[in-house]
């Protein structure tokens, strides 16, 4: 899987816009980009995916820009449960061949 | 959505004994399992990959008789550590895959603390 670098932290109000980069420098042409969120002592739990342009859905937007080197997770409002660690991950969809490794992760604090 | 259930989400144990840990995917078929590990304020390591039927494919470092994983069929991967030690404490985290390419879905468990003393 391409290797993703994102922030080590970042932190926000309830009520702002949350945007959270990534960047995949070496994104294969299969590859789909996937975020994921995690809470402590949790499993991650999926958010969205996608593969070009922008996807929204009910709980955040991505945006992938046309190069693809680079992906935007975005969160609109946040409350104080949106406190959590998001992963983003890139690869050709899944198989038994993936290896489905995680980079560092942001971890996400929402203040009052 | 598909659902992956592990147990114990909770487990303590004496240093020397062995702990069996339970993932299983409730609503659909899993070829392919994955076992990772993480550490307090840490991003999860992956420890190896299950594949139905046949043996895990560990990664580097991590010990295979130490880490025992069977994947015996499509809804039930375990993962037993052998004599644990308190260096094992840990939380323990399944994943099951769903279907197949870039239709294929990951799904992870709730995760297992493990508290060796």
């Known amino acids: 899987l391409a290797k993703t670098t994102q922030p080590i932290s970042m932190d926000s109000y309830e009520g702002q816009e949350v945007n959270i980069t990534c960047s995949h420098n070496?994104?294969?042409?299969?590859?789909?980009i996937t975020w994921y969120q995690q809470f402590p002592s949790q499993g991650p739990r999926f958010i969205i995916q996608g593969y070009k342009t922008k996807v929204t859905n009910e709980v955040a937007s991505l945006f992938i820009p046309a190069d693809r080197k680079s992906s935007t997770l975005s969160l609109p409002r946040v409350s104080l449960s949106d406190t959590a660690v998001y992963y983003c991950?890139?690869?050709?969809?899944?198989?038994?061949?993936?290896?489905?490794?995680f980079g560092s992760g942001t971890r996400l604090s929402i203040r009052p | 959505g598909a659902v992956v259930s592990q147990h114990p989400s909770r487990v303590i144990c004496k240093s020397g004994t062995s702990v069996k840990i339970e993932c299983r995917s409730l609503d659909f078929q899993a070829t392919t399992m994955f076992w990772y590990r993480q550490f307090p304020k840490q991003s999860l390591m992956l420890m190896a990959t299950?594949?139905?039927?046949?043996?895990?494919?560990?990664e580097q470092g991590v010990e295979k008789d130490k880490f025992l994983i069977n994947h015996a069929s499509l809804t039930l991967s375990t993962l037993t550590v052998t004599s644990a030690h308190p260096e094992d404490s840990s939380f323990y985290i399944c994943?099951?895959?769903?279907?197949?390419?870039?239709?294929?879905?990951?799904?992870f468990g709730e995760g297992s603390r493990l508290t060796v003393l």
């Open positions: 299950s594949n139905e039927g046949s043996k895990a494919t560990y």
């Open positions: 070496n994104i294969a042409t299969n590859d789909y």
């Open positions: 991950l890139v690869g050709a969809g899944y198989s038994s061949a993936s290896k489905i490794i």
């Open positions: 994943s099951a895959l769903s279907g197949q390419g870039a239709a294929g879905e990951l799904f």
